[in-house]
C-alpha cells in the first residue's frame, strides 16, 4: 500500500464522513417501495456508493492504526452505519430483482419468410430462315411473307439493266431522269458525317489556341521578369562594386593612419620619458643644493 501523506488522510477522513451523510440521506429521502428499472438503478448506485465507504473506512482505519492505542473503536458508529444502510439497500435489491420480468422474445413473433421462387425462363422463338421456312410457319409467327413473285436479288438493278416501259403502264411520260438510279440510293445508303466530331473537333481545337495563347503570354512574361531580373542584377553588381572599392579605400586610410598613430605614440611616450627625467634632475639637483647649502 503506498504511504500516504497527512492532507489525504484528511481528505479521506472528511470524504468518509460526507459519503455516510449522503447515503442516509438516500435512504431517508427516496420511495424505496416502488419496484421499477429507475428503483433498481438507484440501489445498484448506492452499493457502489457502499463499496467506496467500507475501502475509505478501510484506509482510515489502517492510517490511524499507529497513532491511536484503539482505534476500532472510533469507527465503530461508522461501520454500523454502514452495516445497516447495506443491509437496507439489499433488501430493496432482493425486492426490486425478484420482481424484474425478461421481456418475450420478438424472433418467435416474426413471420416466416418464403423461399425464393425461382425465375420462370421466358420462351424464346426460333430463328426462322424466310426464304426456307414454309408459308404456314411464317404466318403463324407473325412474319411478314415474301412475295413468290420476284427473288430479293431480283429487286435491284445493275447499271447495264434497262428498265422495261411494261413495269410504269401507267407512267409512261415520265422522264427517265426521274428514275431512282444506283449512285444516288449508293449515296443515300451511306450515313451522314457525325455532328459531334466536327464538335469535338472544333472544341480541342479552340482549347489548343486558348492554351496556344496562355503560353505564348506566359513566355512573355518569364521573358519580361528575366529581363527585369538581369537589370536589377546589373544595378546590384555595380552597388557592390562601388561599395567594394569604398571598403578598399576606406582600408587603406585606415593602415595609413594606423602608422601614424603608432609613430605618435612613440613620440609621445618619448616625449613624455624625457619630460620625467628632466623633471627628476631638477627635483635631484634642487635637493643637492640645498643639502650643500645647509650644510655648509
Same mark, same amino acid.
Given at each position: 500500500?503506498?504511504?500516504?501523506?497527512?492532507?489525504?488522510?484528511?481528505?479521506?477522513?472528511?470524504?468518509?464522513?460526507?459519503?455516510?451523510?449522503?447515503?442516509?440521506? =438516500?435512504?431517508?429521502?427516496?420511495?424505496?417501495?416502488?419496484?421499477?428499472?429507475?428503483?433498481?438503478?438507484?440501489?445498484? #448506485?448506492?452499493?457502489?456508493?457502499?463499496?467506496?465507504?467500507?475501502?475509505?473506512?478501510?484506509?482510515?482505519?489502517?492510517?490511524?492504526?499507529?497513532?491511536?492505542?484503539?482505534?476500532?473503536? !472510533?469507527?465503530?458508529?461508522?461501520?454500523?452505519? =454502514?452495516?445497516?444502510?447495506?443491509?437496507?439497500?439489499?433488501?430493496?435489491?432482493? !425486492?426490486?430483482?425478484?420482481? !424484474?420480468?425478461?421481456?418475450?422474445?420478438?424472433?418467435?413473433?416474426?413471420?416466416?419468410?418464403?423461399?425464393?421462387?425461382?425465375?420462370?425462363?421466358?420462351?424464346?422463338?426460333?430463328?426462322?430462315?424466310?426464304?426456307?421456312?414454309? %408459308?404456314?410457319?411464317?404466318?403463324?409467327?407473325?412474319?411478314?411473307?415474301?412475295?413468290?413473285?420476284?427473288?430479293?436479288?431480283?429487286?435491284?438493278?445493275?447499271?447495264?439493266? #434497262?428498265?422495261?416501259?411494261?413495269?410504269?403502264? &401507267?407512267?409512261?411520260?415520265?422522264?427517265?431522269?426521274?428514275?431512282?438510279?444506283?449512285?444516288?440510293?449508293?449515296?443515300?445508303?451511306?450515313?451522314?458525317?457525325?455532328?459531334?466530331?466536327?464538335?469535338?473537333?472544333?472544341?480541342?481545337?479552340?482549347?489548343?489556341?486558348?492554351?496556344?495563347?496562355?503560353?505564348? &503570354?506566359?513566355?512573355?512574361?518569364?521573358? %519580361?521578369?528575366?529581363? &527585369?531580373?538581369?537589370?536589377?542584377?546589373?544595378?546590384?553588381?555595380? +552597388?557592390?562594386?562601388?561599395?567594394?572599392?569604398?571598403?578598399?579605400?576606406?582600408?587603406?586610410?585606415? %593602415?595609413?593612419? %594606423?602608422? !601614424?598613430?603608432?609613430?605618435?605614440?612613440?613620440?609621445?611616450?618619448?616625449?613624455?620619458?624625457?619630460?620625467?627625467?628632466?623633471?627628476?634632475?631638477?627635483?635631484?639637483?634642487?635637493?643637492? #643644493?640645498?643639502?650643500?647649502?645647509? +650644510?655648509?
Amino acid at each position: 500500500m503506498p504511504v500516504q501523506t497527512q492532507e489525504q488522510i484528511v481528505h479521506d477522513r472528511i470524504n468518509l464522513g460526507r459519503l455516510v451523510k449522503s447515503l442516509e440521506g =438516500l435512504v431517508a429521502g427516496e420511495e424505496w417501495q416502488e419496484s421499477g428499472s429507475q428503483t433498481w438503478i438507484g440501489v445498484q #448506485a448506492a452499493l457502489h456508493k457502499m463499496q467506496y465507504a467500507r475501502k475509505l473506512l478501510y484506509k482510515v482505519e489502517l492510517t490511524t492504526l499507529e497513532s491511536s492505542s484503539n482505534p476500532t473503536s !472510533r469507527f465503530d458508529d461508522v461501520r454500523s452505519s =454502514l452495516d445497516r444502510l447495506e443491509a437496507v439497500f439489499r433488501d430493496v435489491e432482493k !425486492r426490486v430483482s425478484s420482481k !424484474r420480468f425478461r421481456p418475450e422474445a420478438l424472433l418467435p413473433t416474426l413471420p416466416t419468410p418464403e423461399p425464393p421462387t425461382p425465375p420462370t425462363p421466358k420462351a424464346t422463338l426460333p430463328l426462322l430462315d424466310v426464304d426456307t421456312a414454309p %408459308r404456314e410457319t411464317l404466318l403463324s409467327s407473325g412474319l411478314a411473307v415474301p412475295n413468290t413473285a420476284f427473288s430479293t436479288h431480283d429487286l435491284l438493278l445493275s447499271p447495264s439493266d #434497262a428498265v422495261p416501259d411494261s413495269a410504269y403502264p &401507267h407512267h409512261h411520260d415520265r422522264p427517265p431522269a426521274a428514275l431512282p438510279s444506283k449512285t444516288r440510293r449508293s449515296t443515300s445508303s451511306q450515313p451522314a458525317p457525325l455532328a459531334p466530331t466536327s464538335s469535338i473537333l472544333q472544341n480541342s481545337r479552340a482549347i489548343q489556341d486558348e492554351l496556344s495563347s496562355h503560353l505564348a &503570354h506566359m513566355a512573355s512574361q518569364l521573358r %519580361r521578369n528575366a529581363l &527585369h531580373f538581369s537589370h536589377a542584377l546589373e544595378t546590384d553588381k555595380a +552597388v557592390v562594386q562601388d561599395a567594394q572599392a569604398k571598403l578598399e579605400r576606406n582600408y587603406g586610410v585606415m %593602415r595609413r593612419e %594606423r602608422g !601614424r598613430l603608432g609613430e605618435h605614440h612613440a613620440r609621445s611616450w618619448g616625449m613624455a620619458g624625457v619630460w620625467v627625467v628632466s623633471v627628476l634632475v631638477v627635483v635631484v639637483g634642487f635637493l643637492l #643644493a640645498f643639502f650643500v647649502i645647509r +650644510v655648509t
